[in-house]
């Protein structure tokens, strides 16, 4: 019989939460895995691990993972904690509680090894990965757009109408190209995490306090895609844009998000944008009807106009408040990081007729490839 700080335990068994899986599986992964003063999760593309508090340094068994952490943030003080065979005994001065447990270990954690060799992470890592997380791709027939690509002194990622790029100070390197997957990345910003290394199969994160971070890899040996010409293409700058634009977008994104169609295309849920005379006027129209809306600017250069998917851009001006409009798309870009939006520039003077054969080619070159970023 030991004791132990609940409020602690509750601390270090949350943070090793964020590695719980949804369902119980072969291997484990709705449970803690508590050895040598340590506890783990694991759910398949992560394995988190930290210490636990004094008093665990006797158990070794898999519980439960969600009601062993809920019974912990609802309990106070100490608690003496016990191990029997096949269960998981706490004792309060007024509780006690009983887990059923079970003393084989299937979740294939302690066999991961972290290198004692780590590479410390650049400055503003966890912040790059906060702008770059929103604009990873979930179809995993095409993988690339799923994984933040951390090579040289950048990270990058690009799905089929949105890509960006966060460059750290030049001085810094990362020691080999590691795609991680945004779905492993999303828990590692969860942690003000140090370090990072490399094994086979496995992209590894610690924070100072001791919380080891592994994240499956499974594209290595392969290169994300290059940004290069995106990032290099010269285009009419305009800006900054103003506040009032993000919420005209919201509103406009009503419409557009109500348009239909069987085929994923931009087009589909595209609003036009026209910026002249200091003015900014969005349109769109849907089967629901029709909705327009001007904004003023500081822009008087030669007339702009694109069509861009409202939600898109408004999420680069999160970031960013000066606009860049190329042929095919749209950059808002800082000292740091570069925000690209896929939009359709319309050609000027074109008659009803024109207008209705563009606006079908469109359509049709800007459907989805499953292999490739199509700007």
Excluded at 31 to 37: A, H, R, S, T, V
Excluded at 71 to 100: H, P, Y
Excluded at 175 to 193: D, G, H, R, Y
Excluded at 296 to 301: H, V
Aim: proline fraction near 4%.
């Amino acid at each position: 019989m030991a004791t132990v700080s609940v409020k602690e335990a509750a601390a270090a068994l949350s943070m090793a939460a964020c590695g719980l899986g949804a369902k119980e599986n072969d291997i484990q992964a709705n449970c803690f895995l508590i050895k040598d003063g340590r506890v783990w999760t694991y759910n398949d593309e992560v394995a988190v691990s930290t210490r636990l508090p004094k008093g665990f340094e006797g158990i070794t068994c898999v519980v439960q993972g969600k009601e062993f952490l809920s019974l912990m943030n609802k309990l106070s003080g100490d608690a003496e904690i016990t191990q029997t065979e096949d269960a998981l005994v706490l004792k309060t001065r007024r509780t006690k509680s009983t887990f059923k447990v079970e003393t084989e270990i299937k979740m294939p954690v302690l066999d991961i090894k972290i290198p004692e060799k780590r590479s410390p992470l650049p400055e503003n890592f966890l912040t790059a990965l906060s702008c770059l997380l929103p604009i990873a791709g979930k179809d995993m027939t095409k993988p690339l757009s799923t994984c933040i690509d951390l090579k040289d002194s950048y990270a990058r990622v690009a799905d089929v109408s949105v890509a960006g790029q966060w460059n750290f100070d030049e001085s810094y390197k990362f020691e080999k190209e590691m795609l991680l997957p945004a779905v492993a990345a999303k828990i590692v910003s969860k942690f003000a995490v140090v370090d990072i290394s490399s094994t086979e199969g496995w992209i590894h994160f610690t924070t100072e306090a001791g919380t080891e971070i592994s994240c499956r890899a499974y594209y290595e040996g392969q290169e994300g895609v290059d940004l290069s010409h995106l990032l290099n293409a010269e285009g009419v700058e305009v800006g900054p844009l103003p506040k009032d634009l993000e919420t005209a977008l919201e509103r406009s994104d009503i419409f557009a998000s109500a348009k239909t169609g069987t085929e994923t295309t931009i087009s589909e849920v595209a609003v036009d944008v026209a910026i002249s005379d200091n003015w900014c006027k969005i349109k769109c129209e849907s089967a629901v009807g029709k909705y327009e809306e001007k904004v003023r600017i500081d822009y008087s250069g030669d007339p702009v106009a694109f069509m861009v998917a409202p939600e898109l851009l408004r999420d680069a001006m999160k970031y960013q408040r000066v606009l860049h409009v190329c042929e095919s798309f749209v950059k808002l870009q800082d000292e740091h990081f570069t925000h690209v939006v896929a939009v359709f520039v319309p050609v000027e003077e074109e008659t009803p007729e024109e207008k209705v054969e563009k606006k079908a080619k469109r359509k049709k070159d800007r459907k989805i490839n499953k292999d490739e970023v199509p700007f």
